[in-house]
């Protein structure tokens, strides 16, 4: 699979919000990453720690990757191909509107991730 131009995706990058942007008084926006494609689902680590390494926060990706993120910015993929199926950059032509990694969750027990995907096979939509 190739790399794709997903600049046009992503409505003039990370650097620049469309106004008008608002936010409640007291809080603050600011960027934590610009090292994601095509963010979908994330996760927030119940018990992240102190420690600036540590990943407080878990993201998945359209096509099937997910990142984790610690409190300092660092941003490193955490899985690749999660996605049995990885999703066509078209909206796909079956009229589902979603396929490849869905849902994410951390079990605040014991800091498991668990992942949903919506994948096509003869048997029509799936969910895994």
Not at 20 to 47: H, Y
Not at 66 to 81: F, P, Q
Not at 89 to 104: F, K, M, N
């Amino acid at each position: 699979m190739g790399e794709e131009d997903f600049a046009p995706l992503l409505f003039g990058g990370v650097t620049r919000m469309a106004a008008p942007w608002r936010l409640a008084p007291g809080f603050r926006m600011e960027l934590v990453t610009d090292a994601l494609t095509l963010p979908v689902q994330m996760a927030l680590v119940p018990n992240p720690g102190n420690d600036p390494a540590a990943p407080f926060m878990h993201i998945t990706e359209f096509r099937g990757s997910i990142k984790a993120i610690a409190r300092d910015g660092t941003t490193w993929t955490y899985a690749e191909s999660v996605a049995s199926q990885p999703p066509e950059l078209a909206p796909p032509s079956h009229g589902s509107g979603q396929l490849g990694l869905s849902g994410i969750v951390v079990d605040p027990d014991n800091g498991d991730l668990y992942v949903t995907t919506v994948y096509f096979n003869e048997a029509g939509g799936q969910n895994m």
